[in-house]
């Protein structure tokens, strides 16, 4: 049996928690449990705290002076090579230290080594994958950077795929995604702050930012929502982006999501804030507005009227995505008066047989088209295609033949099918298609009345909603026309380049002397 995420939250709250590990009276002013002198006693606690976990490995051994040590790792998760080459030989070999200094200075050969002096510390870097060394006699415990989990190498997204453009994605790993923002934007400015979120998942999110771009009220806008984010486990940033959102009930989607570092770091150079969490390969952009989801990152990597020219295209389809059944209903229904004749006629003989009126021969159609695509999309890849397209030929043309349908209503149904697939982000095509069905029913009940009336709730909610106090519909409304020639065409990059239009001005002729300076 499948439980709700709630139901786990209440079960383990009311059973026990991983914060309570303070298991003997002598805890800090922290509520912290300090490690003992005694290697044994240690020892008890830690047994008890991983009982059960057959993965946890005690690797108990002797060092010089004849004092015993545990080594505590995960199998699977340290690099049992580097383990034993850079930590157990060198303490086998009995090499000295200065006293005082901790275990890994002079005698363990590795760099991102720390010293923890609490149980929930060694329990909590044990967890995170890195060995921790114990030794009889000291307070202290050795922390060694070996971890080494299985990760997924950095392919082509395949959600976000352009013709034009570079071919890495992020992957489920943190730090390769961080890396792949610091390939790109080499500079101390890209500020990183790394949090644990989920009491129990303990999930690392990375918030990035480029200092003096973006505005220091929007960073710490984003560190006190994250702050305030109590759940036991965040698995995606998906959760993050539910929680993070400023109106969870509109069907919009408020914060940018994307599988491209190239996308991420424009942008941080447009003063956004990208939040990164250890495994999932999706980056979360805040704030953003309704128009970033209509632009796609191959308009600024091929010419600018190319880019132009097919942005004009997607919100042309867009209207037809979101109105196209809804304006056929509403004509078929109520204002026959604005047909021409003769497409009137060859309407009215190809509905002569269908026993349904057109609102309800749209939502069938629509309902079952939306049905074949989900069915397209769970299939395996190699049939799931062929099973979404062939599927809906064969079903169009029965329900022609059988008389259920009508050829026109087939053919808009097919071309908003095709409209909603234009639309670059997903999340916005789901709203979109979500959508189309109430103003659907508006129309058939209203006309196009009904449709003005739908299109009128929905333009209002838009001006009304906010990503992190922006308001979702700039720059055209608050208007700010300076913004606004980038979000209606793709504005060529020697006109919004200061540098490049002084160079152009200065180098206009062949004969020119270089500047030197």
Not at 7 to 22: A, P
Not at 181 to 196: G, I
Not at 491 to 506: I, N
Request: with cysteine; glycine share 8%; charged share 20%.
């Amino acid at each position: 049996m499948i439980f709700s995420r709630s139901w786990k939250k209440r079960k383990l709250r009311s059973g026990g928690h991983l914060s309570s590990l303070s298991f003997q009276p002598g805890s800090d002013e922290r509520g912290l449990t300090p490690l003992s002198f005694e290697l044994e006693r240690n020892l008890h606690i830690l047994r008890n705290i991983f009982a059960d976990c057959t993965d946890v490995l005690f690797h108990d051994f002797w060092i010089s002076g004849g004092r015993r040590a545990i080594l505590i790792y995960i199998n699977g998760t340290a690099n049992q090579e580097e383990l034993n080459q850079q930590v157990l030989t060198p303490l086998l070999e009995g090499r000295r230290r200065s006293a005082g200094s901790p275990l890994f200075h002079g005698i363990i050969p590795v760099a991102s080594g720390s010293e923890i002096g609490t149980i929930e510390e060694t329990v909590r870097h044990v967890m995170d994958g890195n060995p921790v060394i114990l030794t009889d006699g000291e307070n202290t415990a050795t922390s060694v950077g070996l971890t080494k989990w299985e990760t997924r190498s950095v392919e082509e997204p395949i959600a976000e795929s352009v013709v034009r453009g570079p071919r890495e994605g992020f992957v489920e790993t943190v730090d390769i995604n961080t890396s792949l923002l610091r390939k790109r934007l080499r500079t101390p400015l890209l500020k990183m702050k790394s949090y644990k979120l989920g009491s129990i998942s303990h999930t690392e999110v990375v918030i990035a930012y480029l200092q003096g771009v973006a505005e220091k009220a929007l960073v710490d806008e984003v560190e006190k929502r994250l702050h305030s984010i109590r759940i036991d486990g965040v698995l995606d940033s998906g959760d993050l982006e539910e929680l993070l959102q400023d109106n969870p009930y509109s069907p919009f989607p408020q914060l940018l999501s994307t599988e491209r570092p190239d996308i991420a770091c424009s942008q941080l150079l447009e003063g956004r804030v990208v939040i990164l969490v250890e495994g999932s390969p999706i980056a979360v952009v805040a704030p953003t507005t309704f128009y970033s989801f209509l632009q796609s990152p191959e308009d600024y990597y091929e010419r600018y009227f190319f880019g132009t020219v097919i942005r004009w295209l997607r919100y042309l389809f867009l209207f037809i995505a979101l109105l196209g059944p809804s304006f056929y209903v509403a004509i078929v229904s109520f204002h026959q008066e604005m047909i021409p004749t003769a497409l009137l006629l060859t309407m009215a003989n190809s509905r002569e047989l269908v026993p349904f009126p057109a609102l309800l021969e749209a939502l069938l159609m629509e309902i079952t088209f939306e049905a074949l695509r989900e069915a397209g999309v769970r299939l395996p890849k190699q049939v799931g295609a062929a099973v979404s397209i062939v599927g809906a030929l064969v079903i169009g043309q029965a329900a022609i033949e059988a008389g259920l349908v009508s050829s026109p209503m087939v053919m808009v149904v097919a071309i908003t099918g095709i409209a909603s697939f234009i639309i670059p982000h997903y999340t916005l095509g789901v709203a979109i298609r979500i959508l189309r069905f109430p103003i659907m029913l508006l129309s058939g009940i209203f006309g196009i009345m009904g449709l003005m009336l739908g299109l009128l709730m929905l333009l209002t909610h838009l001006f009304t909603l906010r990503s992190f106090g922006v308001p979702y519909l700039s720059p055209l409304a608050p208007l700010n026309l300076q913004e606004l020639s980038d979000v209606m065409a793709r504005v060529p990059l020697w006109m919004t380049d200061a540098s490049v239009d002084e160079h152009r001005g200065k180098n206009t002729g062949r004969d020119q002397e270089p500047d030197t300076t």
